[in-house]
Nanobody, 121 residues
Framework: QLQASGGGLVQTGGSLRLSCVVS????????IGWVRQAPGKEREVVSS????????YYTDSVKGRFTIPRDTTKNTMYLHMNNLKTEDTAIYFC????????????????WGQGTLVTVSS
């Protein structure tokens, strides 16, 4: 089970912190990531981290603005989002992948319920 939280309304240039608490699966065996879906668009992997913690992926549009810390002692993953833009508006899902690849939404097996991020201009 994955439980995401932390979404909300923020102005352009602002920051938000998303959290995802993972239960029932071990992060030693699953890559985890944040996948977003904007209205009318396909799901996009925003950022993800390998099961070892050493492999980290960011989609090009968020590089330099987002980071994906992970606390394995709390089985929790975060998405720190800075300098938010209107195009970051989407529902953000946390998800887990039992896969060697973790940069495609199809890699993910388990999904949380999503949290809405709205960035206003």
């Amino acid at each position: 089970q994955l439980q995401a939280s932390g979404g909300g309304l923020v102005q352009t240039g602002g920051s938000l912190r998303l959290s995802c608490v993972v239960s029932g699966i071990s992060l030693d065996y699953y890559a985890i990531g944040w996948v977003r879906q904007a209205p009318g668009k396909e799901r996009e992997v925003v950022s993800s981290i390998s099961r070892s913690g050493y492999g980290i992926y960011y989609t090009d549009s968020v590089k330099g603005r987002f980071t994906i810390p992970r606390d394995t002692t709390k089985n929790t993953m975060y998405l720190h989002m800075n300098n938010l833009k209107t195009e970051d508006t989407a529902i953000y899902f946390c998800a887990a992948a039992y896969s060697r690849t973790y940069d495609r939404s199809a890699d993910y097996t388990y999904w949380g319920q999503g949290t809405l991020v709205t960035v206003s201009s």
